[in-house]
């Protein structure tokens, strides 16, 4: 009962704050939203002017002096140009089997933008070019309409649906099956107001493979954000030949002097995929200690139950990471994480240690 226990602090978190990538902590840490930051309007990828003047002269521990005319993204007026480079080393030691070391190149990315009409219209291209064969992540066109208030976009692309962590092996992010791995092809509408930012998104539903069947997918999202605080939920709804998955949860980010925190609840509901209905719960809390300038540490509790019919599944996972940004644009990342799981499957029980090279513009 261990996981039930950490998933009932994150919720309670989530609910009794009453106040409420990309990394979400940052826009907690500044008190604006994914938009202020990323040229996506829920968060990740190419960062916009004031995300890349921000991560040069406040993430960075040392600003550096580059003249008069500082990187901002923009090759001109109608090109906007990024990138994001990912690689690691890994130990991983798992009970009964011999200890594992490797280095990997986790991704290399290259975000490009065409200002069609410039505040108007854009069209949008997230490649993943390494490592292995190029593949297309995210591929949309985006019309901004009503003051600015108001997009419309069209395309391949992620979908809007809890706090959008960095981490895809996050239970959040993994077990819900959307994150920066499976963008789905379809249309989103959005509101960005001055302190509520909502997305409504209907899509193939097969994670960016190729439709099979007569199902939709529909993806709700509502935050409201304020300088020291934000809370939200999400929806979301797959009915596919093969069964109906119903997503919801509640997020929420509150600043407390240094710390940013984080948490979510989720709640999953999947019904004929195993000839019946199961029922999921996971959540997670996150605590951001912004040391000093350019050093972040970060310490992430996270539970999930598979099924809540079945008594003594649970799952849970503690990070430690220490985040260090020395100069713009270059941050290193050592973290250590404890899987603690049923004891007969030694892989949920195992203990991983990692550094990470981040280098992105």
Not at 2 to 30: D, I, M, Q
Not at 95 to 110: I, K
Not at 276 to 293: K, S
Not at 325 to 352: C, F, H, S
């Amino acid at each position: 009962m261990k996981g039930l226990r950490l998933l009932g602090v994150a919720l309670l978190f989530a609910l009794g704050c009453s106040v409420a990538a990309a990394e979400p902590y940052l826009a907690v840490r500044a008190g604006l939203k994914c938009s202020a930051c990323h040229e996506n309007p829920t968060g990740g990828g190419l960062r916009t002017t004031l995300g890349n003047v921000w991560a040069q002269n406040t993430l960075a521990q040392r600003p550096l002096a580059i003249g008069d005319a500082p990187w901002t993204g923009s090759v001109g007026r109608y090109l906007s140009l990024g990138a994001d480079l990912r690689a690691n080393a890994t130990y991983t030691d798992v009970p009964n089997r011999e200890t594992e070391d490797e280095f990997d190149l986790d991704q290399l990315r290259v975000y490009l933008q065409l200002n069609a009409i410039p505040e108007r219209l854009q069209l949008y291209i997230d490649q993943r070019v390494a490592p292995g064969n190029s593949t297309n992540m995210e591929a949309y066109g985006k019309l901004w309409f009503g003051s600015h208030r108001w997009y419309l976009k069209g395309g391949r692309m992620y979908l809007p649906y809890g706090l959008r962590l960095e981490d895809d092996t996050a239970y959040i992010r993994q077990v819900p099956g959307i994150n920066f791995a499976t963008p789905d092809n379809g249309a989103e509408i959005g509101y960005e107001g001055t302190a509520w930012a909502v997305q409504l998104a209907v899509s193939n539903g097969t994670a960016g493979g190729p439709e099979l069947d007569n199902g939709t997918q529909w993806s709700l999202r509502a935050e409201r954000v304020l300088s020291a605080w934000r809370v939200g939920a999400s929806f979301n709804f797959n009915d596919s030949d093969a069964g109906e998955r119903r997503m919801q949860n509640v997020f929420a980010g509150v600043r407390t002097g240094p710390v940013a925190w984080l948490a979510e609840a989720d709640y999953i509901v999947d019904e004929g995929f195993f000839g019946g209905t199961r029922h999921q719960l996971l959540g997670l809390v996150e605590a951001n200690w912004n040391l000093r300038p350019g050093h972040n540490l970060k310490l992430t509790a996270e539970a999930f139950d598979p099924d809540t019919d079945v008594s003594e599944d649970q799952q849970n996972r503690l990070s430690l990471v220490w985040e260090y940004t020395p100069l713009p644009y270059v941050q290193l990342r050592i973290g250590a994480r404890i899987y603690d799981g049923i004891p007969q499957n030694d892989l949920q029980n195992r203990k991983t240690a990692f550094a990470e090279l981040h280098a992105f513009f």
